[in-house]
């Protein structure tokens, strides 16, 4: 069950389709966010808001994303919930543990997203694997930017 503040939606068509032509077992793919991104889901949000969005900014340099969309991201990513329903690092922590015990095992993957779940694609290779207690035991931390990682029981 999601958490207040977190919102969930499938991954619109084509790009569904291509993910799950990469991730051969995943029945479906769905984007989890609180507010307009998932920082907070996952504690990437720092304390001071020019540094993270510094943070956000070197990124977009990184992989040479035009200003003018790095500033509607930017945007998207100063969109929060409400503070009495703003999800953290442990909210989310447990949904994802709780879906692990509910559903079996699901994919994870974090990236700074310019143009939305379409622009997204997961790098080559076999994705990292969790188990639910070390989920729990590193909520801020268990999920690397830009590694896909499968959450097992």
């Not at 015990?101 to 699901?106: D, E, F, Q, S, V």
């Not at 939305?116 to 188990?131: E, F, T, Y």
Request: hydrophobic share 40%; glycine share 8%.
């Amino acid at each position: 069950m999601l958490v207040e503040g977190m919102s969930a939606q499938l991954v619109p068509s084509p790009a569904r389709e291509r993910w799950l032509q990469q991730i051969r077992k995943a029945r479906d793919a769905v984007e989890i966010v609180a507010g307009g991104c998932a920082c907070d889901l996952v504690g990437r949000r720092l304390e001071s808001v020019e540094k993270d969005e510094r943070r956000l900014r070197e990124a977009f340099r990184r992989r040479r994303i035009a200003r003018s969309e790095a500033i509607r991201v930017l945007d998207r990513h100063r969109t929060r919930p409400p503070e009495g329903a703003r999800p953290n690092a442990a909210d989310f922590g447990a949904f994802v543990a709780e879906h692990a015990r509910n559903a079996g095992p699901a994919l994870y993957y974090l990236q700074p997203s310019v143009g939305g779940p379409d622009s997204l694609s997961l790098p080559a290779g076999p994705p990292l694997s969790k188990r639910v207690s070390e989920v729990l035991a590193d909520v801020r931390g268990w999920l690397a930017a830009e590694i896909p990682t499968s959450v097992v029981p």
